[in-house]
């Protein structure tokens, strides 16, 4: 249940610097409305549902400079990504260590304390979650960014989104294999959805990319149905020319008596919207990690399933808003 979870009061009150110490702001008097320090950036990548945290890993050198947090509703996973980001951190920083040590004497080497005792937190932690990074090995290689660049918060995605993020902030938004729901009534529990979308839409800027990948062939209908790709009224408006998925994607009378709400909804966030296409997604390094380094896409590829991948570009903000 959410109610242990701590929402700040705007993004402007949101604690940064416990997250990402190495880009606290060094001017002291910069501090937040909750009187906690500011950094000298702002976050611009979130993965909504982050699971244990793999995109995250594998982005963090992909993006070296851009800050990047996972959000994720279950405690003992949160608690779990942020020890393992805290392991990768103390190994990239032994070897920096090692390698100024063999040019100068009396190195000082601070280590990145373990947000909270793994042992402890992770007991309820599911058994798929891969090992814990030992915090005292050295790593081997050095990764731009030294993985200073993510980290995590426990939060539930489908409240107060806003409350982390401005208006405009976020350059990207991931959503990696979000649990199906695969039951007509609990499809109002998907993290994809015409409200949930304007919400997207909200913080991300203009220009920003929405990235989706599913390996639930219906999921990926949905997805494409809410964020407007395909809708019967709109025929106008079709931007892939994959026509098995127009056809999958066809607003059914299912949906419709579902939710009435949904498909003015659909209209609305379709204004925002543009899919990108196959040809630029496959030069996007983001689409290579989203697919072969989260979790869930190891796990796919174990079992030979399917991947759908569907980016969406924000536009910039039609006249009505
Ligand atoms: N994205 C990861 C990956 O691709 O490996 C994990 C995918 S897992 C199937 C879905 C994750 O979303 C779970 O870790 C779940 O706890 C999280 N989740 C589900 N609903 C959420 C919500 N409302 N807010 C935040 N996280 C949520």
Redesign the pocket.
């Known amino acids: 249940s959410d109610y242990a979870l701590e929402y700040p009061l705007s993004p402007a009150h949101m604690d940064w610097a416990s997250h990402y110490p190495a880009f606290v702001d060094p001017d002291t008097s910069k501090v937040t409305l909750s009187g906690t320090r500011k950094l000298v950036k702002d976050v611009e990548v979130a993965?909504?549902?982050?699971?244990?945290g793999?995109?995250l890993i594998g982005l963090a050198p992909v993006l070296p400079e851009t800050l990047m947090v996972g959000?994720?509703?279950?405690n003992q996973?949160t608690a779990y990504v942020k020890d393992r980001v805290a392991a990768l951190r103390n190994q990239q920083a032994r070897l920096r260590a090692a390698s100024f040590l063999a040019s100068t004497p009396n190195p000082t080497t601070e280590e990145t304390p373990l947000f909270e005792n793994g042992k402890d937190q992770n007991q309820d932690l599911p058994e798929d979650a891969p090992a814990l990074p030992d915090s005292k090995q050295t790593a081997k290689t050095l990764i731009p960014g030294g993985y200073q660049n993510i980290s995590a918060i426990r939060?539930?995605?489908?409240k107060f989104l806003p409350r982390f993020f401005a208006h405009h902030q976020l350059s990207k938004i991931f959503i990696?294999?979000?649990?199906p729901h695969f039951k007509t009534r609990k499809h109002r529990q998907r993290?994809i959805s015409s409200s949930l979308n304007a919400e997207y839409a909200f913080v991300l800027k203009p220009g920003g990319l929405l990235y989706t990948i599913t390996d639930v062939e219906e999921y990926h209908y949905w997805v494409l149905r809410h964020f407007g790709v395909y809708n019967h009224d709109h025929h106008d408006k079709e931007t892939t020319t994959n026509t098995t998925e127009m056809e999958n994607a066809k607003v059914t009378e299912e949906d419709e008596e579902e939710d009435e709400d949904e498909n003015s909804g659909v209209a609305r966030v379709r204004e925002l919207f543009e899919r990108v296409s196959d040809e630029e997604l496959a030069k996007d390094e983001c689409v290579r990690v989203m697919r072969e380094e989260?979790?869930?896409?190891k796990k796919v590829a174990r079992n030979n399933g399917p991947k759908f991948v569907a980016v969406f570009r924000r536009l910039p903000d039609p006249e009505w808003s």
């Open positions: 993965d909504i549902g982050c699971g244990f793999g995109l959000l994720e509703i279950r996973v939060a539930n995605t489908m990696c294999f979000p649990d993290i989260t979790e869930e896409g």
